[in-house]
Nanobody
C-alpha cells in the first residue's frame, strides 16, 4: 500500500557530504513519523534522525550537529543532509515511515521500511 523509495547513497571521502532522499508513495492518508535509520555490518539497526508525531525531530547523539533532516510534506519526501561524514557513518541507510492508510471508515496505521541505500565513507 505504501512504498518508500530511497536515493542518493554512494561513496564519499571522510569529511565530505551527502544527501539521501526518501519518497513515500501509495494510498497515504497521512504520515505520523518519517525518518532515517542505519545498519552497519554486524550491528543493530539504529535511529539516525526522524520527525516525530508532534512535528519535532530526533537525532542520534553520534550525528548531532553534522546531519540535518528536512522534509517536503507536499511531496511526502524526507531528506537527510550528512556533513562531516566519518568512516563510522558507513552503513545501509533505511527510510522509515508510520503512515495512516485505508478508507475513511477504516483508517489503519502501519510502519513501512524502504529497501535501503548504501553510504560508504572512506578514510
Amino acid at each position: 500500500q505504501v512504498h518508500l523509495e530511497e536515493s542518493g547513497g554512494g561513496l564519499v571521502q571522510a569529511g565530505g557530504s551527502l544527501t539521501v532522499s526518501c519518497v513515500a508513495s501509495g494510498r497515504i492518508r497521512s504520515i505520523s513519523t518519517m525518518g532515517w535509520y542505519r545498519q552497519a555490518p554486524g550491528k543493530q539497526r539504529e535511529l539516525v534522525a526522524a520527525f516525530t508525531d508532534g512535528g519535532g525531530t530526533n537525532y542520534a547523539d553520534s550525528v548531532m550537529g553534522r546531519f540535518t533532516i528536512s522534509r517536503d510534506n507536499a511531496k511526502n519526501t524526507v531528506y537527510l543532509r550528512m556533513n562531516g561524514l566519518k568512516p563510522e557513518d558507513t552503513a545501509v541507510y533505511y527510510c522509515n515511515a508510520v503512515a495512516q492508510v485505508g478508507p475513511v471508515e477504516l483508517v489503519r496505521t502501519y510502519e513501512y521500511w524502504g529497501q535501503g541505500t548504501q553510504v560508504t565513507v572512506s578514510s
